[in-house]
């Protein structure tokens, strides 16, 4: 299994809270993905990282930042977090970009926003 | 706009036959598919995939088609077996860059005893 883990694995949080997810692995891989899972639409891309200190926005982006100061770690942040947010997250790292190269998944983090 | 669908959110086998999943796609950049198994509180785990090259590829149990003229692609599991109850994800790439999958919205396969 590839080495990535995600912290918290769960949390509960209010409307309007800053909350940060972190996804870390040992893989050294380049890329870094968050994506979002919602009943109906499966995995949605929020951002993405091509390197350390390089990222980009993904299909849903709004409302969510990101930050990659090392290899090893990916931040996403809900600045402001809405109802709207409740979901579950999923961070993934491939070896490198363009196709032909799988994604691989970590456990997850279901966020609450009441 | 739903670039990957995968029209049955269920599907139900019988242990030891067949399962057939489906999944359609409306972009012709997309060069690159994918399968990805999922269960209960775990991230997707990657099952096998196909480029557009190919026409089917094949790995133990599993084997995707890929028909590139009606855009469709589909998962066959032979024999089917309890362990492969989960949900099913398709997802889909185009070579450009980092390599940002779209997947489909996913299918419940229950094997039955």
């Known amino acids: 299994d590839a080495g990535i883990t995600q912290s918290p694995r769960h949390k509960v949080t209010e409307t309007g809270t800053p909350v940060t997810l972190r996804c870390h692995q040992t893989e050294n891989h380049r890329y870094m993905y968050w994506y979002r899972q919602d009943p109906g639409h499966g995995l949605r891309l929020i951002h993405y990282?091509?390197?350390?200190?390089?990222?980009d926005k993904g299909e849903v982006s709004d409302g969510y930042s990101v930050s990659r100061s090392k290899t090893e770690d990916f931040l996403l942040t809900l600045e402001s977090a809405t109802s709207s947010q409740t979901s579950v997250y999923f961070c993934?790292?491939?070896?490198?970009?363009?196709?032909?190269?799988?994604?691989?998944f970590g456990p997850g983090t279901r966020l609450t926003v009441l | 706009d739903q670039q990957v669908k995968q029209n049955s959110p269920s599907l139900s086998v019988q242990e030891g036959r067949i399962s057939i999943l489906n999944c359609d796609y409306t972009n012709s950049m997309f060069d690159y598919f994918l399968w990805y198994k999922k269960y209960p509180a775990e991230g997707p785990t990657f099952l096998i995939s196909i480029s557009s090259i190919k026409d089917k590829n094949e790995d133990g149990r599993f084997t995707v088609f890929l028909n590139k003229s009606a855009k469709h692609l589909s998962l066959h599991i032979v024999p089917s077996q309890p362990g492969d109850s989960a949900v099913y994800f398709c997802?889909?790439?185009?070579?450009?860059?980092?390599?940002?999958?779209?997947f489909g919205q996913g299918t419940r396969l229950t094997i039955n005893p």
């Open positions: 993934a790292i491939s070896a490198s970009g363009g196709s032909y190269n799988e994604q691989f």
């Open positions: 990282s091509y390197g350390v200190k390089d990222t």
């Open positions: 997802a889909a790439s185009a070579s450009q860059g980092a390599q940002k999958l779209v």
